[in-house]
């Protein structure tokens, strides 16, 4: 996570972006969300179980995953409660969002 912010920031395709009013709304540290072509790709064969790391943040657990969202859809389709939260379109399609649902463990 690079920074925090918008879809200025995540355009800007320097790493994920703090979605902090998303974060804040479903109760995590963190709503990270990145391009697929600018780094999400490497989520795409992150599954549930696996252990991930965000400098600054911690370690994490793949506890869930949403996926089959668009681009738009209200946060309220996400579950909320988890400690983080990342975000990218699966193949950079706008009509296949997925969210993977993250536990602290570190």
Do not use: K
């Amino acid at each position: 996570i690079w920074t925090s912010g918008g879809q200025a920031q995540i355009d800007a395709c320097r790493g994920s972006v703090n979605v902090a009013p998303i974060a804040g709304y479903l109760g995590g540290a963190f709503y990270a969300a990145e391009h697929w072509s600018c780094g999400g790709r490497a989520w795409g064969g992150v599954g549930v179980g696996a252990t991930v790391q965000f400098s600054g943040y911690g370690t994490y657990r793949v506890a869930g995953i949403v996926s089959g969202l668009a681009y738009g859809a209200d946060a309220s389709a996400i579950p909320a409660g988890y400690a983080g939260y990342y975000q990218t379109c699966i193949g950079g399609s706008s009509t296949n969002m997925a969210v993977w649902l993250l536990e602290r463990v570190g």
